[in-house]
């Protein structure tokens, strides 16, 4: 987690909107660091600098750090900042762009509750949706399915995954990952603990799900049938080159 700063608020308001992503989660954490010991007139003044970076995001593709005072402010019973939520991000933050028009609301909403198990079922239920009718019947997609997957929907559960984890889960996470270790799986299930050793993580109970957990630990696809499925996803045309 970035250290935060000490500093006064001309200083803090720099370092949010620098070009730097370091000083920019350092202010982050300042700005979010205990709201309630502060006085009202302090307290009122972080929430605006607050507000006015996430409006930067409308001309920009959103980020973790984004997510992040994204998911405090909406979680804010403070009826000045709910307005400002539903006047400016009243359809969620992060855009849920679908070319087969399946609704990814669900998932935002389960993440932004820090839901993630919730989410983590979410996502597999909307990719069978992508699959077709047979694959929501068997509640479980073929790799060949996922091929056919639209890359805008692929981006769109990986930005959701990854806007809402603090950079720390999501598909192109797993993939990093993977391309890391030298694409060699028994290398990566333990590096994001789906496996120590010889045995499997139990489902659920062995799962961490929360920020706790392993980098690209979440989402979760079931290896127990074999790797085509995980190498579909690792190798969508979603990542480009990258």
Known sequence: MPSVLTVDSS???E???SESEKRQAQAIETLLENPSELGEPARAEHWALLQEYLLTFKDQPVNWRG???????????TPAIQDFIEQNFGEGFVPLKSDRDVDYSPIEAALLDEAYEIADRLTLQKMCELAGEGAVQ???VYFSEVNQFPIADMKTLDTLWLVYSEGKFGFSVQRDLWIGVGKVWEKLWPKMGWKAGNIWTRWPGGFTWNLSAPRGHLPLTNQLRG???MDSLMNHPAWGDS
């Open 15 to 17: 370092a949010l909107f």
């Open 227 to 229: 790797v085509r499925v």
């Open 138 to 140: 068997r509640k479980w």
């Open 11 to 13: 200083e803090l308001r």
């Open 67 to 77: 997510g992040k005072v994204f998911r405090t402010l909406w979680q804010q019973e």
